[in-house]
């Protein structure tokens, strides 16, 4: 994945403050763990009639996978 973390990453300000409220992590903090190579998948959306497009990121968190749509 390390084509992943050469990427630009940007994200809404305001899903990132929901992020932090609910998961305690903001997206700011899932990005820098990209950008330090803690992806573990990059998987399709399994629901593509509902979110095409869409894809999730999986990424180690303080030893526990966290998934990001994208």
């Not at 330090?36 to 629901?47: E, I, P, S, W």
């Not at 509902?50 to 968190?61: G, H």
Request: with cysteine.
């Amino acid at each position: 994945m390390n084509w992943l973390s050469e990427k630009e990453l940007e994200w809404d300000q305001q899903k990132s403050e929901l992020a932090k409220e609910k998961h305690r992590k903001s997206l700011e903090e899932v990005a820098l763990l990209i950008k330090a190579g803690k992806v573990k998948a990059f998987l399709k959306h399994h629901n593509q009639e509902k979110y095409p497009n869409q894809w999730l990121i999986v990424v180690n968190a303080d030893d526990y996978p966290w998934v990001v749509p994208c």
